[in-house]
């Protein structure tokens, strides 16, 4: 499997010096993919280095490296302390996490990641998962799937929406991408129509994957396992997660709350490296569309 055709690497070179690796050190990619950050991490080591590269999806692990230095794990992220505990990995020097949905998943057809085709409404990154769009359109109840497009999809015609669903399902069952594109279509207003069902499948495939609890562990988990001074590189592509980042690197938690002992120090364990956010360059945009919304953050361990 080509990388180049199964995604192309976001942010490659900010990603990889924002690591600032060791040649000897320990690094973990949480988000394999096509394997191009992986491939870049491991041209940086040294014979003694170690990469440990996660993913759940089956496709991702047919293009694991065979290379000494490498393990692929395959496994939602969120285990990532278990999994580098039963690889005797104390501590590591590097975490990375490109929380994008791959062109890999987004150009096969029979997934259900995207509205372009009309496939059967799946959206699962482990295959072998039970929950699935099509149970979560035709079992939940009404004000559930409202909560979800509002919170995950942040549309504002969530009940709007919802109930348009329910509706239809009453009569058919909503199996397809294009029977639900066909049920929100003339719902939406047609100058931001695409934008809106974006929003909707997004919304669906963070729910079906559990993604913000997946991202919630395993930042406190990359927190944790990061040595002193070690680097954490993490790539969002929507508001949620990006704020679940931003504030756990400002203040240490999820939530954002900033917390101090009686001296008022803020006992926030990582340290922003830059300033705000790194976003693509204009050449990247140009040969890379999909990276138009990506931010990175890199943030570095406390040495206290």
């Given at each position: 499997?080509?990388?180049?055709?199964?995604?192309?690497?976001?942010?490659?070179?900010?990603?990889?010096?924002?690591?600032?690796?060791?040649?000897?050190?320990?690094?973990?990619?949480?988000?394999?993919?096509?394997?191009?950050?992986?491939?870049?991490?491991?041209?940086?080591?040294?014979?003694?280095?170690?990469?440990?590269?996660?993913?759940?999806?089956?496709?991702?692990m047919k293009g694991a490296f065979e290379d000494s230095r490498f393990q692929f794990v395959r496994s939602n992220f969120r285990?990532?302390?278990?999994?580098?505990?039963?690889?005797?990995?104390?501590?590591?020097?590097?975490?990375?996490?490109?929380?994008?949905?791959?062109?890999?998943?987004?150009?096969?057809?029979?997934?259900?990641?995207?509205?372009?085709?009309?496939?059967?409404?799946?959206?699962?990154?482990?295959?072998?998962?039970?929950?699935?769009?099509?149970k979560v359109l035709n079992e939940y109840p009404e004000e559930q799937l409202a909560n979800i497009l509002f919170l995950y999809?942040?549309?504002?015609?969530?009940?709007?929406?919802?109930?348009?669903?329910?509706?239809?399902?009453?009569?058919?069952?909503?199996?397809?991408?294009?029977?639900?594109?066909?049920?929100?279509?003339?719902?939406?207003?047609?100058?931001?129509?695409?934008?809106?069902?974006?929003?909707?499948?997004?919304?669906?495939?963070?729910?079906?994957?559990?993604?913000?609890?997946?991202?919630?562990?395993?930042?406190?988990?990359?927190?944790?396992?990061?040595?002193?001074?070690g680097r954490l590189a993490i790539l969002t592509y929507h508001s949620l997660e990006d704020r679940m980042v931003k504030n756990?690197?400002?203040?240490?938690?999820?939530?954002?709350?900033?917390?101090?002992?009686?001296?008022?120090?803020?006992?926030?364990?990582?340290?922003?490296?830059?300033?705000?956010?790194?976003?693509?360059?204009?050449?990247?945009?140009?040969?890379?569309?999909?990276?138009?919304?990506?931010?990175?953050?890199?943030?570095?361990?406390?040495?206290?």
């Amino acid at each position: 499997m080509n990388c180049a055709t199964y995604h192309i690497p976001v942010l490659l070179n900010e990603t990889i010096d924002g690591l600032n690796i060791h040649p000897d050190g320990v690094y973990v990619d949480l988000t394999f993919g096509g394997g191009g950050h992986s491939r870049a991490i491991l041209e940086k080591l040294g014979e003694n280095g170690r990469l440990f590269s996660f993913d759940q999806d089956l496709d991702a692990m047919k293009g694991a490296f065979e290379d000494s230095r490498f393990q692929f794990v395959r496994s939602n992220f969120r285990f990532i302390k278990n999994w580098m505990m039963y690889y005797n990995i104390v501590q590591v020097d590097g975490i990375l996490a490109d929380l994008g949905v791959s062109s890999h998943h987004l150009d096969t057809e029979d997934r259900g990641f995207s509205f372009r085709y009309d496939a059967p409404l799946d959206m699962r990154m482990n295959q072998k998962a039970n929950l699935t769009a099509e149970k979560v359109l035709n079992e939940y109840p009404e004000e559930q799937l409202a909560n979800i497009l509002f919170l995950y999809g942040e549309l504002k015609s969530s009940r709007k929406l919802a109930a348009a669903i329910i509706k239809s399902r009453n009569t058919q069952r909503i199996q397809t991408t294009g029977q639900l594109a066909d049920i929100l279509t003339p719902l939406l207003n047609a100058a931001h129509e695409k934008k809106d069902l974006a929003r909707v499948f997004q919304a669906l495939r963070i729910e079906v994957n559990g993604e913000m609890n997946a991202l919630r562990q395993m930042l406190y988990a990359a927190s944790e396992l990061l040595r002193p001074s070690g680097r954490l590189a993490i790539l969002t592509y929507h508001s949620l997660e990006d704020r679940m980042v931003k504030n756990i690197i400002r203040t240490g938690n999820i939530e954002g709350k900033n917390e101090t002992d009686i001296f008022g120090h803020n006992h926030a364990p990582l340290k922003a490296v830059h300033r705000g956010v790194i976003t693509p360059s204009e050449e990247e945009l140009t040969a890379n569309p999909r990276s138009r919304s990506a931010k990175l953050r890199i943030a570095e361990k406390a040495n206290d």
